[in-house]
T-cell receptor
Framework: EAQVTQNPRYLITVTGKKLTVTCSQN?????MSWYRQDPGLGLRQIYY???????DKGDVPEGYKVSRKEKRNFPLILESPSPNQTSLYFC???????????????FGSGTRLTVV | GESVGLHLPTLSVQEGDNSIINCAYS??????FIWYKQESGKGPQFIID?????DKRQGQRVTVLLNKTVKHLSLQIAATQPGDSAVYFC???????????FGTGTKLQVIP
């Protein structure tokens, strides 16, 4: 089944403790992206990657890192999480850029992160 | 399931009626538009898309209308069913490798 898989689904952590949220897609998509979703603010892009070893900042990159060493994986790293990073996070992939058509994004099921 | 928004505009529709969800977009350069559906506890799911050279596109039970003059997009769902209850997002992009911008969403509640 074609899908984007992200783990974990739920995570509670403490301020400052490094964490990684994994994302993997099995559709050979070139473009991958991370979004956070907060009430009243919709989906905001954190980072995106147009291909292996090519990443760039989205609208809200502060406090996050990403890497794209392989086409299928695009982990999101929080080096020192803070409470304002408590959010619902989505990984998404697209065959090419989602703005080129081809049905836009395929999203993962989300990761609910709570930083205390 | 996960809550995606506490203050979303909400549309309540009787089962079997048609639903119309509206979206105003801001970028006059936007060339590509998508509607996504997000059910509780899940990620957004593609419904239908449309390019700026069209003003209407139909899918299965859904129709998207685009009015570029007033920068307005709408999603029509025919014969709304309980399974249509979800949050609906519009998204726009100038196309190519320029970014996709999402709206804040509308919650559709279907009354049995």
């Amino acid at each position: 089944e074609a899908q984007v898989t992200q783990n974990p689904r739920y995570l509670i952590t403490v301020t400052g403790k490094k964490l990684t949220v994994t994302c993997s897609q099995n559709m050979n998509h070139e473009y991958m992206s991370w979004y956070r979703q907060d009430p009243g603010l919709g989906l905001r892009q954190i980072y995106y990657s147009m291909n292996v070893e090519v990443t760039d900042k989205g609208d809200v990159p502060e406090g996050y890192k990403v890497s794209r060493k392989e086409k299928r994986n695009f982990p999101l790293i929080l080096e020192s999480p803070s409470p304002n990073q408590t959010s619902l996070y989505f990984c998404a992939s697209s065959l090419f850029s989602p703005g080129t058509g081809n049905y836009g994004y395929t999203f993962g099921s989300g990761t609910r992160l709570t930083v205390v | 399931g996960e809550s995606v928004g506490l203050h979303l505009p909400t549309l309540s529709v009787q089962e079997g009626d048609n639903s119309i969800i509206n979206c105003a977009y801001s970028n006059s350069a936007s060339d590509y538009f998508i509607w996504y559906k997000q059910e509780s506890g899940k990620g957004p799911q593609f419904i239908i898309d449309i390019r700026s050279n069209m003003d209407k596109r139909q899918g299965q039970r859904v129709t998207v209308l685009l009015n570029k003059t007033v920068k307005h997009l709408s999603l029509q769902i025919a014969a709304t069913q309980p399974g249509d209850s979800a949050v609906y997002f519009c998204a726009e992009s100038p196309g190519g490798y320029q970014k996709v911008t999402f709206g804040t969403g509308t919650k559709l509640q279907v009354i049995p």
